[in-house]
C-alpha cells in the first residue's frame, strides 16, 4: 500500500504520532437510543483511544422525545475525547413517517453547509443514518477517503418495509447510492448476507469487508429491576429493543397467544409499538442503559425478528447484546438471515419462520419445557458473545479506516477463524439433547 502525507507511521506502541484526522458523520449519537448512536459512539472513543483526533457531525437528539434540546444552528460539544458538531436538524417525532423524514431531511441540509466548512479531514467514516448520509461525508472529505459503514441498505429496505414504492423516487435514490458505493474507498457490511446484496450494486469485491457490530462486555444485573420487569411470570420471552418496520410483530402477537405459559414482553419503542399495544401487548419504555443487563437477565429467552424479505438489508445489533449477555436466542428471522445463520451455527438457540405463528409458538413453547437445553443455549451464547466482543470488531474496524487512510484499495478478508460453539456445562444432563431445531414441518426434534 502506498501511504498518503496525511498518514503518520505507528510508534512502537501501535499508535500513529499525531494521529489522523477522523470525520465521522452520522445523524445519532448520544443521547439518542438508537442503536446507531452507541455504535458510533464507539467507533468514536476507539479511534480516539487509537490516538486520533476524531470529530463527529451528528444531528440534535431526536430519538427520545424526552432528550430534545433547544434549537440552535449549530452546538459544540466534546464526549469522550471527541468533537462534536451538532447540527440544528429538526426533532420532531421518529415515529411518524412525516416526522422522521423531515428530521433526515433536515440534517442531510444543514450537514452538509456545515460539512463544507469543516477543515478538510484525513479520512471520513460514513454511517447510514440517515439514508444518503453517506453523500454528507463525500462532500466533507473533498476527495480524501470516505469509509461507508453500511447498516441499513437502501433504498431496498424502504421499499421491502412498504414506506416507498419503486418508481422515479426509488431509482433515483438507487442511482445516487450506487455512485456514493463507487466512490466510497472501503465498504463496511455488518453480515456476509448483506456483503452479497451490496457486491450485486457496485461490485467492488475487494473494497468491501465484514464487520459485525459485537456487544458489549455485560454489565452486573440489579435484581430487583430483574424482578421488576419480570413481575413474578414463570417464563418472560422478551424482545428488547427498537420496535421498527424490519420485525414480524404480528407473528410474534399471534405465537404468544398460542404458547401456554409464555409472557411475551417488548422493552423499547418505535414505529411499531402503537401497533403493538393495539394487539394488546405488553410494551414498556425503554430503560436506562445502566439497566442493560437487567433487561437481559428478566427474559429466559431473547427474541431477535426480521421479517421475510428484510434479510440482508438490516442486522439486528440486539442479536450481538444478547449474546454478550449470555442469553438463549429464538430468532424469528427468514433462514438465509444473518441472524438466524449465527444462532445455529452457535447452536445458541432455535431458528423460526417468521410467517409462522404456530411455528414461533412451538419454538416458544418447547423453551419453557426444556430449562436444561435453555442451560446449554446459554453457555454457547456466551462463547458467541466472546467472539463477537464489540472490542474486537472494533479494533478491526480502526484497522481498516487507517489502511484506507493510508490509500490502501485491496480489503480482501483472510480466511475466517473457525467456530467452536464450545462444550455442555457441567449442569446439563447427559440425556439433554446436545441441539434442536425446527424441522421443514415445523415440528421441534433433536439433532443428532
Given at each position: 500500500m502506498t501511504k498518503s502525507p496525511a498518514w503518520n507511521p505507528p510508534t512502537e506502541e501501535g499508535q500513529a504520532t499525531d494521529g489522523l484526522r477522523v470525520l465521522v458523520v452520522n445523524q445519532y449519537f448520544p443521547p439518542d437510543t438508537a442503536a446507531t448512536a452507541a455504535t458510533t459512539a464507539d467507533l468514536?472513543?476507539?479511534?480516539?483511544?487509537?490516538?486520533?483526533?476524531?470529530?463527529?457531525?451528528?444531528?440534535r437528539p431526536s430519538y427520545d422525545p424526552g432528550a430534545t434540546r433547544p434549537w440552535?444552528?449549530?452546538?459544540?460539544?466534546?464526549?469522550?475525547?471527541?468533537?462534536l458538531e451538532r447540527v440544528g436538524s429538526t426533532s420532531f417525532d421518529r415515529r411518524n413517517m412525516e416526522g422522521r423524514t423531515a428530521n433526515y431531511l433536515s440534517y442531510l441540509a444543514m450537514a452538509s453547509v456545515r460539512a463544507l466548512a469543516m477543515p478538510r479531514p484525513d479520512v471520513v467514516v460514513a454511517g447510514s443514518d440517515p439514508p444518503?448520509?453517506?453523500?454528507?461525508?463525500?462532500?466533507?472529505?473533498?476527495?480524501?477517503?470516505?469509509?461507508?459503514?453500511?447498516?441499513?441498505?437502501?433504498?431496498?429496505?424502504?421499499?421491502?418495509?412498504?414506506?416507498?414504492?419503486?418508481?422515479?423516487?426509488?431509482?433515483?435514490?438507487?442511482?445516487?447510492?450506487?455512485?456514493a458505493l463507487r466512490r466510497s474507498a472501503l465498504i463496511v457490511c455488518l453480515g456476509e448476507t448483506m456483503a452479497t446484496k451490496v457486491r450485486r450494486k457496485c461490485l467492488a469485491l475487494e473494497r468491501i469487508v465484514v464487520v459485525p457490530d459485537g456487544g458489549r462486555p455485560p454489565l452486573q444485573a440489579t435484581p430487583t429491576v430483574v424482578e421488576e420487569l419480570r413481575a413474578g411470570a414463570d417464563f418472560v420471552a422478551m424482545h428488547a429493543g427498537n420496535l421498527g418496520s424490519a420485525g414480524a410483530w404480528a407473528t410474534l402477537v399471534d405465537a404468544a397467544e398460542r404458547a401456554e405459559g409464555v409472557r411475551l414482553l417488548f422493552v423499547g419503542d418505535g414505529a411499531s409499538a402503537p401497533e403493538l399495544r393495539a394487539r394488546g401487548a405488553e410494551v414498556l419504555p425503554f430503560r436506562p442503559e445502566s439497566e442493560l443487563a437487567s433487561v437481559m437477565a428478566a427474559g429466559d429467552v431473547q427474541i431477535v425478528t426480521v421479517r421475510s424479505g428484510m434479510e440482508g438489508l438490516v442486522v439486528p445489533s440486539k442479536l450481538y447484546t444478547a449474546l454478550s449477555h449470555g442469553r438463549p436466542v429464538l430468532a424469528v428471522a427468514p433462514g438465509s438471515s444473518e441472524v438466524a445463520h449465527i444462532v445455529e451455527q452457535w447452536r445458541c438457540g432455535l431458528v423460526a419462520d417468521p410467517e409462522s405463528p404456530q411455528e414461533v409458538a412451538r419454538a416458544l413453547t418447547w423453551m419453557r419445557n426444556h430449562p436444561w437445553d435453555l442451560e446449554a443455549m446459554a453457555a454457547r451464547s456466551r462463547n458467541a458473545g466472546a467472539y463477537y466482543s464489540r472490542d474486537g470488531c472494533l479494533q478491526r474496524l480502526v484497522s481498516l479506516i487507517e489502511a484506507a487512510a493510508a490509500g490502501g484499495s485491496d480489503f480482501a478478508p483472510g480466511e475466517a477463524a473457525e467456530v467452536d460453539p464450545?462444550?455442555?456445562?457441567?449442569?446439563?444432563?447427559?440425556?439433554?439433547?446436545?441441539?434442536?431445531?425446527?424441522?421443514?414441518?415445523?415440528?421441534?426434534?433433536?439433532?443428532?
Open positions: 468514536a472513543g476507539a479511534l480516539s483511544d487509537a490516538g486520533h483526533r476524531v470529530s463527529v457531525l451528528c444531528g440552535r444552528p449549530l452546538r459544540r460539544e466534546t464526549h469522550d475525547g471527541s468533537h444518503l448520509a453517506v453523500w454528507v461525508a463525500l462532500a466533507a472529505a473533498r476527495r480524501r477517503p470516505v469509509v461507508y459503514v453500511v447498516r441499513d441498505l437502501h433504498p431496498d429496505a424502504a421499499i421491502a418495509a412498504g414506506w416507498l414504492p419503486w418508481g422515479p423516487v426509488a431509482r433515483l435514490w438507487e442511482r445516487l447510492h450506487k455512485a464450545g462444550a455442555l456445562p457441567d449442569v446439563i444432563h447427559q440425556e439433554s439433547p446436545a441441539e434442536v431445531v425446527l424441522d421443514e414441518n415445523a415440528d421441534i426434534r433433536r439433532r443428532q
